[in-house]
Structure formats: C-alpha cells, structure tokens
C-alpha cells in the first residue's frame, strides 16, 4: 500500500488511514489491536495493491545474475512473515516471480557514446520508488546525456506531477529533439488531489 502511494505527494492523504490502522494493529491496546488487525486482513491487499507480475517481474529478474533454488522463496518468505506479520505476506510475494526463469541477463553495457540521439532523462528528487541518483548514474552511462531534476516525489514527472517546466523539457524533447545543453532543474509543483 505504501508503495502505491509513494507514487506522487498528492496520493499522500489517502495512505494516512491506513497507516493509522497499522499503527493501531501494532501499538494499541488488546482489543484496538484485533480490531484493527481484522481490519487489515479484510482490505484485499493483493488485489488493491497488487506487487507487480508479468513482464515487470520478468525484467526485475533479469537484472540479478543470481537466481533463487526451488526452496528458497519458501524459506525466505517464511523468514520475513516471521520478522513482518502484518505485511510480510505481501512482502514476501515477489520472491516468487522470478522461480523458474532461467535466462541469463545480458551484461550491463557501460558509456554508450551516441552522439546522434542525445538522451533526456527525468528524474524526481524525492521518489519514494526509483532514487534520484539512478537518473544521474544512468546519465553517467550514456555520456551524450542531460538529467532534469524535478524537485519532488512524483514517480514519473513528466504530465503527471503538474510541473509545467519538467513538461516544456519533455515534450521538446519527445517532439522537435531539443534539450538543454547542461542539466536543469526544475521547482516543486503542488497538484492539489
């Protein structure tokens, strides 16, 4: 839950009642706590915040070279629900993704040097799901590259955290190939929800 919610600061709101209840589970008293627990269990987590699957999983996996033996995910799991009960189920789900897949990665290539497309990467400051630096040591990669740094918490700046700065830099990007000849930032912008 806190996952999707990190998304974007306008989803902030909707994640303090639940956080509340979990507080509550954790440090009420005895019967505050079972009431809350019962309320925990009946929210449908996976199906209201599902652990991405699919072809998301798939990638994930690819990107480690080590893969889990057949007991592993079951031991593993066991270990976080014991050290997470109230979240270790959910948790615990995506070490089972990548169970048989037995593809090895392709090596990651390092400081590619096409000067005929230079890259524009976008990255949020303050992203609860990807760290800013991943935006700057993927700029680091691609040497002919520039980063926006949206300062903010938006996942995916670009028409979705309501910065029309960090938009301006996307779309004459994506449209005419323009961009920035240096790095730029660009100010919070507050999107009511």
């Given at each position: 839950m806190v996952?999707?919610?990190?998304?974007?600061?306008?989803s902030?709101?909707?994640a303090a009642?639940?956080?509340?209840?979990?507080?509550?589970?954790?440090n009420?008293?005895?019967?505050?706590q079972?009431?809350?627990?019962?309320t925990?269990?009946?929210?449908?987590w996976l199906?209201a915040?599902?652990?991405?699957?699919?072809a998301?999983?798939?990638?994930g996996?690819?990107?480690?070279?080590?893969?889990?033996?057949?007991?592993?995910?079951l031991?593993?799991?066991e270990?976080v629900r014991?050290q997470?009960p109230?979240?270790?189920?959910?948790?615990?789900?995506?070490?089972?993704?990548c169970e048989?897949v037995n593809?090895?990665p392709d090596?990651?290539p390092?400081?590619?040097?096409?000067?005929?497309?230079?890259l524009?990467i976008?990255?949020?400051?303050h992203?609860?799901l990807t760290?800013?630096?991943?935006a700057?040591?993927l700029?680091?990669?691609?040497l002919n590259?520039c980063?926006i740094?949206y300062d903010g918490t938006?996942?995916?700046?670009?028409?979705?955290?309501?910065?029309?700065?960090?938009?301006?830099y996307?779309t004459?990007y994506l449209?005419?190939?323009?961009?920035?000849?240096s790095?730029?930032s660009?100010p919070?912008?507050?999107?009511?929800?």
């Open positions: 996952a999707s919610q990190v998304k974007s600061q306008s902030y709101g909707d009642a639940p956080l509340t209840t979990v507080n509550t589970a954790i009420g008293t005895v019967p505050e079972t009431q809350a627990r019962a925990l269990d009946s929210m449908g199906t915040y599902p652990i991405n699957g699919g998301t999983a798939f990638i996996c690819l990107d480690y070279p080590q893969r889990l033996t057949r007991d592993d995910p031991t593993l799991a270990q014991t997470s109230i979240c270790g189920f959910g948790a615990s789900q995506a070490l089972f993704f048989g593809v090895q090596p990651v390092v400081n590619f040097t096409n000067t005929q497309t230079p524009l976008i990255g949020s400051t992203d609860g760290p800013y630096n991943w700057t040591e700029a680091g990669n691609f590259s980063v740094a938006q996942h995916t700046p670009y028409l979705a955290a309501g910065s029309a700065c960090v938009d301006a996307g004459d449209v005419r190939l323009q961009r920035p000849t790095d730029m660009c919070y912008a507050y999107v009511s929800p």
